[in-house]
């Protein structure tokens, strides 16, 4: 998936993409110490195509993803400032 490459490439570690048991996305990564997690609600499924619509919500996340890792390699922002509302407790060691 495009969001797991790019959340790779810049450095994000245990990263994850996925359906929980709603059927609702997520994906989680570390960055720094910290766990990220960030839900996005999904339309459900259905014939009357939701498909588009889900597809389109995952391609807004990657959007977001690109941007605030894009501030944050220009150097406009810093990886704890973009991602501080989807933070988790600290990683232990």
């Given amino acids: 998936m495009d969001i797991l490459r790019?959340?790779?490439?810049n450095g994000c570690r245990n990263a994850e993409s996925k359906l929980d048991k709603d059927k609702n996305g997520f994906v989680r990564f570390q960055?720094?110490?910290h766990k990220v997690h960030i839900s996005l609600p999904l339309p459900s499924e259905s014939p009357f195509g939701t498909g588009r619509e889900r597809t389109r919500k995952w391609q807004g996340l990657h959007s977001?993803?690109?941007a605030k890792l894009e501030a944050v390699d220009s150097g406009i922002s810093t990886m704890e400032q973009e991602f501080?509302?989807?933070m988790g407790m600290e990683v232990t060691r």
């Fill in 6 to 9: 790019l959340l790779v490439r």
């Fill in 31 to 33: 960055v720094s110490d």
């Fill in 84 to 86: 501080q509302a989807y």
């Fill in 64 to 66: 977001l993803l690109k």
